[in-house]
């Protein structure tokens, strides 16, 4: 198998070395292991979900956490529709995220914990930006990311090859880290 594409990983790695521990944290009751399997599962199920709220091809889907693994599932599930991943830096300055945000027209924003949303809602609120957020960890009155998977109707796996064939090795864009270079790269 070639790998062309970032998440092309994803199956090379299932094919190539099928590991118990492809990602681990260190969580409150130690660590986590995410298999390879789980991985692609969980990054599937991600894409699913997108596909399902209407996610197409060059859409801006925004993370803003510090590392862990739902970063790479969210990543990933983004990438295999050809949507663009924003990252965005937990310590961006709510000015410099108000911009980023509406200059990029984010649809949906992946947001790590209950600091980040209140910051980013407060933002999208006097911005009077309309977008969806979703945390990694459970915030009270917030959709955690996992609820995003039980919207998806049905695991279409037919439409999703098709997507991932469609997304050619060029590609598969980030938005850089702090949303500067898609927007620099959207000016030239």
């Given at each position: 198998?070639?790998?062309?594409?970032?998440?092309?990983?994803?199956?090379?790695?299932?094919?190539?070395?099928?590991?118990?521990?492809?990602?681990?944290?260190?969580?409150?009751?130690?660590?986590?292991?995410?298999?390879?399997?789980?991985?692609?599962?969980?990054?599937?199920?991600?894409?699913?979900?997108?596909?399902?709220?209407?996610?197409?091809?060059?859409?801006?889907?925004?993370?803003?956490?510090?590392n862990r693994p739902e970063w790479n599932f969210v990543d990933m599930g983004i990438m295999q529709l050809?949507?663009?991943?924003v990252p965005l830096y937990p310590t961006l300055a709510e000015n410099d995220l108000a911009f980023i945000s509406k200059d990029?027209?984010?649809?949906?924003?992946?947001?790590?914990?209950?600091?980040?949303?209140?910051?980013?809602?407060?933002?999208?609120?006097?911005?009077?930006?309309?977008?969806?957020?979703?945390?990694?960890?459970?915030?009270?009155?917030?959709?955690?990311?996992?609820?995003?998977?039980?919207?998806?109707?049905?695991?279409?796996?037919?439409?999703?090859?098709?997507?991932?064939?469609?997304?050619?090795?060029?590609?598969?864009?980030?938005?850089?880290?702090?949303?500067?270079?898609?927007?620099?790269?959207?000016?030239?």
């Amino acid at each position: 198998m070639e790998v062309t594409r970032v998440f092309d990983l994803l199956a090379y790695s299932k094919e190539k070395f099928s590991l118990v521990d492809m990602l681990a944290a260190k969580g409150p009751s130690g660590w986590k292991k995410h298999s390879t399997a789980e991985v692609i599962t969980k990054s599937n199920a991600i894409s699913f979900a997108l596909m399902s709220k209407g996610v197409k091809k060059d859409d801006k889907i925004a993370i803003m956490s510090t590392n862990r693994p739902e970063w790479n599932f969210v990543d990933m599930g983004i990438m295999q529709l050809g949507a663009i991943t924003v990252p965005l830096y937990p310590t961006l300055a709510e000015n410099d995220l108000a911009f980023i945000s509406k200059d990029a027209g984010i649809q949906i924003f992946f947001v790590e914990n209950e600091v980040l949303y209140e910051k980013l809602n407060k933002v999208l609120k006097a911005s009077a930006i309309t977008a969806e957020i979703y945390t990694f960890e459970k915030v009270t009155g917030a959709s955690h990311y996992a609820s995003i998977n039980a919207s998806a109707a049905a695991n279409n796996y037919e439409e999703l090859e098709a997507r991932k064939a469609a997304v050619l090795p060029a590609g598969c864009q980030r938005g850089g880290v702090s949303g500067a270079s898609w927007w620099m790269s959207s000016r030239m």
